[in-house]
């Protein structure tokens, strides 16, 4: 099978072609720097050429409200006429556990915008609505920091290996299109300062990790499960503190 990637030299995308390429697809890694570019079209109708599915697990280079929306729209916009005129069957796209509970966040409006389109394309599809990769932990952290205090909001959540997230989509990928969601979780809920103290504390990380139910996560501020799949959810085995303990130490 045919499965064109957007995004594929990735977090995601990487992984992602390497196990459909192990399982004997034919997986090709799209993006500007392979000639593909989804948001002015070039090389679009090249590379669908004989493809059976599009999975698209591109993300924008900015997070500012206005940027991320002109992103998505037009990037996906692009990308599903180009699957129609080349006769794509199944378009897959990984998108966020809360995406429409966060109205605050351009972010998360600008996912919400996607997947209408997406809906209302009449390309056959499948969403994968993934919680937090546990990759992203220490740039929640970052982004929370301010001098030595890091204030962040106990809401929920139940992060994820990146890994595992690729093992879904594949999956996905390879299925029947579903023409609807399917959730994805990891194995166990935080409060997401909880999450960061964790991190810390395996990481011999000396910042204080202080609750304000007011911090902003994205934009928007909390509520306790606005980041938890709210019904059934495929839950990965992976935990949090056994991805930790394998990753590399940082030099100091």
Known sequence: MKIVVIGGTGLIGSKLVSKLTEHGHEAIAASPNSGVNTLTGEGLAEVLDGAQVVVDVSNSP?????????????????????EKAAGVGHHVALSVVGTDRLPDSGYF???????KLIRESGVPFSIVHATQFFEFVKSIAQEATRGDTVRLSHALVQPMAADDVASAVGRTAVGAPLNGTVDIAGPEQFGLDELVRKAFALRGDPREVVVDASAPYFGAVLEERTLVPAGD???????????????????N
């Open 62 to 82: 900015s997070f500012e409200a206005d940027a991320v929306m002109e992103f998505f729209r037009t990037s996906t916009g692009n990308l599903l006429a180009a």
């Open 109 to 115: 409006r600008a996912k919400v915008a996607q997947e």
């Open 233 to 251: 959810a495929l839950v990965f085995e992976t935990r949090f503190e056994d991805w930790l303990a394998a990753q590399p130490v940082p030099a």
